[in-house]
């Protein structure tokens, strides 16, 4: 057990839909990071946040958005969903000292 | 785009064997880590070697680098049936850390 969780585990929607994915990091880390991992493009870093402020942005889609609330827990929003989102989203933290993340065990969205 | 590159995609060994995977990675970096995903499940932090590093142990894993070459290596010693996982090589850089993975190396150990 990394103490990061997601919520929900599994999200079955339909096309256009829009949904949250919810991450909290583990007690003490400022820093959450977002990553999708799909067959075809493998992991992907999407966004980083760090202590509420966003601080990288990757291959993430302008339909996608995300923050970091003051208490540390982060959100990850997916609208206008398109059969090709389907994919394991993973929420990872880490400490402001440490370079290692520890990822969640990650979301299983599926776009019908 | 992918930084990693595992070599190889896909390995087969017999139990008791040693099990080595390959990283490439193409810009600089500040660290390399390794990563073990069981079957579409979580990612398991299994070892960071930073740049000025060359070798780090822990238990039966030994992880090299070579930041000239940019590659990394990852031995698994004395494998076992429950080594069965995928295997990911992710390169730390810049200041936010983001990491960037290859598409990872299926070892299957057959008992």
């Known amino acids: 057990d990394s103490g990061v969780t997601q919520t929900p585990k599994h999200l079955i929607t339909a096309t256009g839909q829009r949904v949250t994915l919810r991450c909290s990091p583990r007690?003490?880390?400022?820093?959450v990071y977002w990553y999708q991992q799909s067959l075809d493009q493998g992991l992907q870093f999407l966004i980083q946040y760090y202590n509420g402020e966003e601080r990288a942005k990757g291959n993430i889609l302008e339909r996608f958005s995300a923050q970091q609330f003051p208490d540390l827990h982060s959100e990850l929003n997916l609208s206008s969903l398109e059969l090709g989102d389907s994919a394991l989203y993973f929420c990872?933290?880490?400490?402001?000292?440490?370079?290692?993340?520890?990822f969640g065990p990650g979301t299983r969205l599926l776009v019908l | 785009s992918q930084q990693g590159e595992e070599d190889p995609q896909a390995l087969s060994i017999q139990e008791g064997e040693n099990a080595t995977m390959n990283c490439s990675y193409k810009t600089s970096i500040n660290n390399l880590q390794w990563y073990r995903q069981n079957s579409g499940r979580g990612l398991v932090h299994l070892i960071l070697?930073?740049?000025?590093?060359r070798e780090k142990h822990s238990g039966r894993l030994r992880v090299t680098l070579d930041t000239s070459k940019k590659s990394s290596s990852l031995l698994i010693t004395a494998s076992r049936a429950a080594d069965t996982a995928s295997y990911f090589c992710?390169?730390?850089?810049?200041?936010?850390?983001?990491?960037?993975f290859g598409k990872g190396t299926l070892l299957t150990v057959n008992p």
């Open positions: 007690s003490g880390d400022l820093s």
């Open positions: 992710a390169a730390g850089g810049g200041s936010n850390y983001k990491l960037t």
């Open positions: 990872a933290s880490s400490s402001r000292q440490q370079e290692t993340q520890y």
């Open positions: 070697i930073r740049s000025n590093e």
